[in-house]
């Protein structure tokens, strides 16, 4: 096994591990720590997801309260 490559997946694995903590933890106060609402909010203000589609579902009470 090449070195290289291994010690790349290493960092790669370490590097998500950081920045999924460290996107959880800007969202929180928004969302609560969970993402899912933040992405459809944004595919939406894209053009990406209908309004009508990005308001069905668990996001609802995040988009009533306002934030």
């Known amino acids: 096994m090449n070195m290289g490559i291994t010690q ?3 960092y790669v694995g370490i ?3 950081v920045f999924l903590a460290l996107f ?3 969202t929180a106060t928004a ?3 969970h993402l899912n609402p933040m992405i459809t ?3 939406v203000l894209c053009g990406l997801t209908p309004v009508p589609r990005g308001r ?10 306002g934030g």
Not at 56 to 65: L, P
Request: no cysteine; charged share 10%.
């Open 41 to 43: 909010f944004t595919t």
């Open 31 to 33: 969302t609560g720590g």
């Open 8 to 10: 790349f997946v290493a």
């Open 15 to 17: 590097f998500n591990s």
């Open 56 to 65: 069905s579902g668990s996001e609802t009470s995040v988009w009533e309260a």
């Open 24 to 26: 959880i933890y800007a």
